[in-house]
């Protein structure tokens, strides 16, 4: 998958290519199905698929105090691009020249500069300055003009409730911000990954025979505090990973952390980049009366964590 950047690249890009458009975030099943469909017409006509994503969000500038958190980092989201079928990705940031185009300027790019035989989007994309632009607007515009828009319905799934509801960034943030991992991993037809650089925390985890990496991830939504099952590939090698994300209130005030305990794996980490996955919730973060105490539990999750990282839990009913 080549890379291009900001509105030039765009114009860099193959002509007469089938391009999406949407910030992609989380590349759920709704991106997928979006993905797919445009994948599947750019084989058909032997033509190119261009992904057009905004790095990061837009509001990061525009209202920072409202951007959403971020769900994959270019870490994990270049290489799902690439593996939904991606030949070029477009990463236009927030810059002058992106946020001031209006919908139809924007329109005018890729109908003129970039020429786009195709444009594949769900129902509810929105684009240009103010968010003016809709899939009606472009529907109007493409009728007019060479380009073919085609208009990709939302995915629908049931959650672990039976609730049904249809996938989106926002609904994946809000499962995650109560824990609710499965039901995220659901969503996103795989679990949810944090990615983070090792770094030193207060090896607590190791005086008591159970050492964590203490994960340092930046600019990513982390799920509520709790403890996890979850798992993390080394070297090819799957760990089970028991995963702590809170504050260790046995231990007083302290910062908020993300502890991954490897089961299996015994090495230095320090420095190192993991990708921790976590497939499902196991307890909620309470304050232990004795360190014992404190340990017995640890071993219960670490049995726990065994018998439950290897399962897939993401088995959306896609409707």
């Given at each position: 998958m080549e890379i291009f950047h900001g509105i030039d690249g765009l114009l860099e890009a193959p002509k007469k290519s089938v391009i999406a458009v949407g910030n992609f975030d989380g590349v759920h099943l709704g991106h997928r199905r979006i993905l797919q469909t445009a994948r599947e017409l750019a084989t058909a006509k032997s033509s190119q698929l261009v992904l057009v994503t905004f790095?990061?969000?837009?509001?990061?500038?525009?209202?920072?105090?409202?951007?959403?958190?971020?769900?994959?980092?270019?870490?994990?989201?270049?290489?799902?691009?690439?593996?939904?079928?991606?030949?070029?990705?477009?990463?236009?940031?927030?810059?002058?020249?992106?946020?001031?185009?209006?919908?139809?300027?924007?329109?005018?790019?890729?109908?003129?500069?970039?020429?786009?035989?195709?444009?594949?989007?769900?129902?509810s994309f929105r684009f240009g300055r103010g968010a003016q632009g809709t899939v009606a607007k472009l529907r109007d515009w493409s009728d007019q003009s060479s380009t073919s828009l085609h208009v990709?319905?939302?995915?629908?799934?049931?959650?672990?409730?039976?609730?049904?509801?249809?996938?989106?960034?926002?609904?994946?943030?809000?499962?995650?911000?109560?824990?609710?991992?499965?039901?995220?991993?659901?969503?996103?037809?795989?679990?949810?990954?944090?990615?983070?650089?090792?770094?030193?925390?207060?090896?607590?985890?190791?005086?008591?025979?159970?050492p964590t990496a203490n994960l340092r991830c930046d600019d990513q939504l982390i799920p509520a505090d709790a403890v996890y099952a979850g798992r993390c590939n080394i070297n090819g090698k799957i760990h089970p990973a028991a995963v702590s994300i809170g504050t260790m209130p046995t231990f007083g005030e302290n910062v908020r952390q993300i502890e991954a305990h490897l089961i299996g794996f015994d090495g230095d980490l320090y420095g190192a980049t993991l990708t921790v996955e976590l497939v499902d919730w196991l307890r909620e973060q309470r304050a232990y009366p004795a360190m014992d105490s404190l340990k017995a539990q640890i071993h219960k999750d670490i049995a726990l964590t065994v018998a439950t990282a290897a399962k897939d839990v993401a088995k959306p009913i896609a409707i």
């Open positions: 790095e990061p969000h837009p509001l990061t500038v525009l209202r920072p105090d409202a951007a959403p958190p971020r769900l994959t980092p270019p870490a994990i989201k270049q290489p799902l691009l690439q593996a939904a079928g991606a030949d070029y990705l477009v990463i236009l940031p927030p810059e002058p020249q992106v946020l001031g185009l209006t919908a139809e300027d924007f329109w005018a790019i890729l109908r003129d500069g970039a020429k786009a035989a195709d444009l594949v989007e769900g129902a990709v319905d939302s995915v629908h799934v049931a959650l672990l409730d039976l609730q049904i509801t249809p996938v989106s960034s926002s609904v994946i943030r809000f499962l995650l911000a109560y824990g609710r991992v499965r039901d995220a991993a659901i969503c996103l037809g795989r679990s949810y990954a944090l990615i983070g650089v090792v770094g030193k925390g207060f090896s607590r985890g190791k005086q008591m025979g159970v």
